[in-house]
């Protein structure tokens, strides 16, 4: 009996010593063993602590797309490291974020699990009812020269457009910014109640060549746990002054800029002679219809439900995937019929043109209602492809 005491004794004393105290990433199975084992000697509220630093480095601590890309680089990024090192490596993220979140703070992001689903459980913060996203923009930072920034605040809403009431969720919350269809930049935050702040757009961070028009498109989702909410909003405008112009490159004054003329005799410099095999850079091929034809054709397609060529015309991240695009409850699908009144040209390019359309559209419902719109489009190899949208007042 002593002796099976004293095996039992060294059992437990074995597995309790292989127990991990830092992260081991070497695989996904070997990343959740070392982080459980971490977790296990961590009082309740510390674990409820270890799990929202994990959470804030995997959503804004690393450069991935997708859950598993994610994961793998939140294992890189805290190999080795131990629960207070990853705390800290948390605390800098976030205060970099701007998220109000601190790991010496009380919990408060609800139950997070890096490896866990996204399904409801009977008490889930993020289990946020709401029917839509709505976006409030305020521009910001005038001295006297125009605007420096726009704030962009996103709104969970009811069905009457009301803001839903909420406290304690992590619902995750990311903006893109697009000009002319071109991606801009996208930021990362966490909305924990409706309060939330927002996003801050400093003009200055904006590069000035690739703004179009003076006029930028930004798209907002909210991650709740039954669903992702998504709302763009087209056609804001930007203060040009504001905007980030790359400085001139700057010559050496030191320099001496040899007279051609002034050639040495005893150590001449063979003439400069062109490859006669050299090449130019073929140029662009330029699209041989009219923009407003695009737009025509577009229109038509939606009016006959033909949503996947209609889709093919475009090129504007601001839709989305043609899943987005075709929804039939907030997506062009939900269209009947459109009636086009006028299309006209209003400015064209070699890469780019601006087409104004007048139009009725008819819903599903039988409602109609007269849009007038303007569409931005720009040369894909040849052909003309709808990159913005804008609906008119």
């Not at 070392?34 to 961590?42: E, K, Q, T, V």
């Not at 997070?112 to 289990?127: H, L, R, T, W």
């Amino acid at each position: 009996m002593k002796k099976f005491s004293l095996l039992l004794m060294f059992s437990l004393l074995l597995f309790t010593s292989c127990k991990k105290d830092s992260v081991d990433a070497t695989t996904t199975q070997t990343l959740q063993s070392s982080i459980n084992d971490m977790a296990s000697s961590l009082t309740t509220i510390k674990q409820i602590k270890f799990n929202e630093a994990l959470y804030i480095l995997k959503t804004f601590g690393v450069e991935a797309e997708g859950d598993v890309n994610e994961l793998k680089a939140l294992g890189q990024l805290i190999n080795g490291k131990k629960v207070p090192e990853i705390l800290a490596m948390a605390d800098e993220v976030a205060q970099k974020n701007g998220i109000e979140w601190a790991s010496t703070a009380p919990p408060s992001l609800g139950e997070m699990n890096i490896f866990g689903d996204e399904k409801a459980k009977e008490s889930d913060p993020n289990d946020v009812r709401a029917s839509s996203l709505s976006i409030l923009t305020r521009l910001g930072g005038d001295e006297g020269n125009g605007p420096t920034s726009i704030q962009i605040v996103p709104r969970l809403v009811d069905n009457a457009g009301n803001p839903i009431a909420f406290t304690g969720a992590a619902l995750e919350t990311t903006l893109e910014v697009f000009s002319n269809g071109v991606k801009l930049s996208t930021a990362k935050n966490l909305m924990q109640d409706n309060n939330f702040k927002g996003f801050s757009v400093k003009f200055s961070s904006l590069l000035a060549s690739k703004i179009f028009d003076n006029k930028i498109d930004v798209t907002v989702s909210v991650k709740t746990t039954a669903k992702t909410f998504k709302m763009s909003k087209i056609g804001l405008d930007v203060n040009p002054s504001a905007l980030k112009v790359p400085e001139a490159p700057k010559t050496d004054s030191t320099m001496v800029i040899q007279d051609p003329a002034a050639i040495d005799p005893n150590n001449p410099v063979p003439p400069t002679t062109t490859d006669p095999t050299a090449t130019t850079p073929a140029q662009p091929k330029q699209p041989t219809a009219d923009p407003k034809a695009t737009v025509n054709k577009f229109l038509s397609n939606v009016s006959s439900q033909n949503l996947k060529a209609a889709f093919d015309a475009s090129s504007n991240p601001s839709w989305g995937s043609y899943e987005s695009f075709s929804n039939p409850t907030s997506g062009f699908g939900a269209i009947k019929n459109v009636s086009v009144k006028n299309v006209t040209t209003n400015a064209s390019t070699a890469n780019s043109s601006s087409v104004s359309a007048t139009y009725d559209v008819t819903d599903k419902n039988g409602r109609t209602t007269s849009l007038k719109a303007t569409f931005g489009l720009k040369n894909v190899n040849g052909e003309w492809k709808i990159s913005s949208y804008k609906i008119n007042p």
